[in-house]
């Protein structure tokens, strides 16, 4: 099993959603900057999740995205799914499993337990957790691009504040 791109930059848009009041509505340019996610992918991504029930989608002016319920009520593993679909380490694991060793094979019995744990782990991890421990990606490419910057240079024109 390997996390997409899709995958990645789903979560970090929910993210960037999770640190703002619940019900506030934000337009997708501001998270792409925030995470620096490419803008156009986000937005397909955001079409799933609005699907799923995680984000609602306003249209018009003032619209935007917004989290559907409190980031501490949604899990990772609902965001996951919501853009992965189901989390199946082998195809045996599958719902509509077609393996000729189902029922008897200690290699299904040993993936399917660290499915399990998998799906515990993200289960048991909210996305108001995750947006505890995140940083976000466009304030650490600012501090990044700031530290190239000679320091005569930012004496005289120190940058803005963010």
């Given at each position: 099993?390997?996390?997409?791109?899709?995958?990645?930059?789903?979560?970090l848009?929910?993210?960037?959603?999770?640190?703002?009041p619940?019900?506030?509505?934000?337009?997708?340019?501001?998270?792409?900057?925030?995470?620096a996610?490419p803008?156009?992918?986000?937005?397909?991504?955001?079409?799933?999740?609005?699907?799923?029930?995680?984000?609602?989608?306003?249209?018009?002016?003032?619209?935007?995205?917004?989290l559907?319920?409190?980031?501490?009520?949604?899990?990772?593993?609902e965001?996951?799914?919501?853009?992965?679909?189901?989390?199946?380490?082998?195809?045996?694991?599958?719902?509509?499993a077609?393996?000729?060793?189902?029922?008897?094979?200690?290699?299904?019995?040993l993936l399917a337990?660290?499915?399990?744990?998998?799906k515990e782990?993200?289960s048991?991890?909210?996305?108001?957790?995750?947006?505890?421990?995140?940083?976000p990606?466009?304030l650490?490419?600012?501090?990044?691009?700031r530290?190239?910057?000679?320091?005569?240079v930012?004496?005289t024109?120190?940058?803005?504040?963010?």
């Open positions: 099993m390997q996390i997409t791109k899709a995958g990645e930059y789903g979560v848009g929910l993210i960037a959603l999770a640190r703002r619940v019900g506030e509505v934000v337009m997708i340019d501001v998270l792409c900057d925030e995470e996610i803008k156009s992918f986000l937005g397909k991504i955001f079409q799933s999740l609005t699907k799923a029930g995680i984000v609602r989608s306003a249209r018009g002016s003032g619209g935007g995205f917004s559907a319920r409190p980031a501490s009520e949604i899990t990772s593993l965001i996951i799914e919501a853009i992965e679909g189901p989390i199946a380490l082998q195809r045996c694991l599958e719902t509509d077609d393996c000729e060793h189902i029922g008897g094979c200690a290699l299904c019995g337990e660290a499915q399990d744990r998998i782990v993200f048991a991890t909210t996305l108001s957790d995750l947006s505890r421990r995140h940083l990606n466009g650490v490419q600012q501090a990044r691009d530290a190239r910057i000679p320091l005569e930012l004496a024109n120190p940058p803005a504040p963010v």
